[in-house]
């Protein structure tokens, strides 16, 4: 009842299923279907065979490549800057933002929705 450790509680021995399974050869595991260490093999063996059926229900997309493929990739032709909202007005001229903010467009409101804040 009582472990080694403190705050650690061990299961009594008697009623252990290992203690129960004692006199038998197999422990319960069976003569046929033997007890062995790595039944289906280690790790991810045999996704792309006997374990396929798992593989694709837990984990789609594990195996092979998708998409279109794009030869002699380069990033910096898809680069593009990312700038906050509220700090767009502070890219433009004062003339073209007094200018916005003067007109009854949606860039006007918008411009004046900035001053606002």
Known sequence: VNGDKKGEVKMTLRLRKNSKEGGDVTMGYGRVGKHRKHPGGRGNA?????????????????????????FHLKRNQYFCHSVNLDKL???????????????????????KAVLSD
């Open 89 to 111: 007005w502070t890219l433009v001229s004062e003339q073209t933002f007094a200018k916005a903010k003067e007109s009854t467009t949606k860039e006007g409101d918008k411009a």
């Open 46 to 70: 045999g996704g792309m065979h006997h374990l396929r059926i798992n593989m694709k229900k837990f984990q789609p997309g594990y195996f092979g490549k998708k998409g279109i493929r794009h």
